[in-house]
T-cell receptor, first 114, second 112 residues
Framework: SQELEQSPQSLIVQEGKNLTINCTSS?????LYWYKQKYGEGLIFLMM?????EEKSHEKITAKLDEKKQQSSLHITASQPSHAGIYLC??????????????FGKGTKLSVKP | DSGVTQTPKHLITATGQRVTLRCSPR?????VYWYQQSLDQGLQFLIQ???????AKGNILERFSAQQFPDLHSELNLSSLELGDSALYFC???????????FGSGTRLTVV
């Protein structure tokens, strides 16, 4: 089974609506990274969370890491067509910031209808 | 421009052939990671190098190998290519988990 599960797999929302994407880990996270990818292109870094209960915002995107550090959510407020793409969460399971690799979820494909 | 440079952007080759993908990390980053992204498997970690030495291995096939050179650029070698090796190959670099991982724009490999 997958270590990192993302839900939903895909999402279609009307422009202006809010939405949430979830990322659930089967074990404790030492870091959780959110990336956005346009189809067939590179990954754009959005946010990194490390502490349980941490919350970060950038423009209309907010990400949280729950207290137990096993789940993160990404919330987009008043969605716009520019938010469309694939959202990927990446987990750092390496204690102590050892520059270990990230394990990724399968992604959530977001479409925003004008 | 993320600062991580991957070449070539596209590559089309025949089954059984060998190709080399190249990655130049962001200035100052000592770690380089290679990932493979396919529709069915998602983004899979292949291998990590840190300052010239192999640090971690993921789901990398024996037909694949990588190295990191003294100038810190890295190459991923794929040999005896099969149709199923068609995918996007990404390189990422990092100077520490506190600073995140920066991805290149990828190399799209098509095996025909």
């Amino acid at each position: 089974s997958q270590e990192l599960e993302q839900s939903p797999q895909s999402l279609i929302v009307q422009e202006g609506k809010n939405l949430t994407i979830n990322c659930t880990s089967s074990k404790t996270l030492y870091g959780l990274y959110w990336y956005k990818q346009k189809y067939g292109e590179g990954l754009i870094f959005l946010m990194m969370l490390q502490k349980g209960g941490e919350e970060k915002s950038h423009e209309k995107i907010t990400a949280k890491l729950d207290e137990k550090k096993q789940q993160s959510s990404l919330h987009i407020t008043a969605s716009q067509p520019s938010h469309a793409g694939i959202y990927l969460c990446g987990a750092d399971y390496n204690y102590g910031g050892s520059q270990g690799n990230l394990i990724f979820g399968k992604g959530t494909k977001l479409s925003v209808k004008p | 421009d993320s600062g991580v440079t991957q070449t070539p952007k596209h590559l089309i080759t025949a089954t059984g052939q060998r190709v080399t993908l190249r990655c130049s990390p962001r200035s100052g980053d000592l770690s380089v990671y290679w990932y493979q992204q396919s529709l069915d498997q998602g983004l899979q970690f292949l291998i990590q190098y840190y300052n010239g030495e192999e640090r971690a291995k993921g789901n990398i096939l024996e037909r694949f190998s990588a190295q990191q050179f003294p100038d810190l650029h890295s190459e991923l070698n794929l040999s005896s290519l099969e149709l199923g090796d068609s995918a996007l190959y990404f390189c990422a670099s990092s100077s520490g988990t506190l600073y995140g991982y920066t991805f290149g724009s990828g190399t799209r490999l098509t095996v025909v």
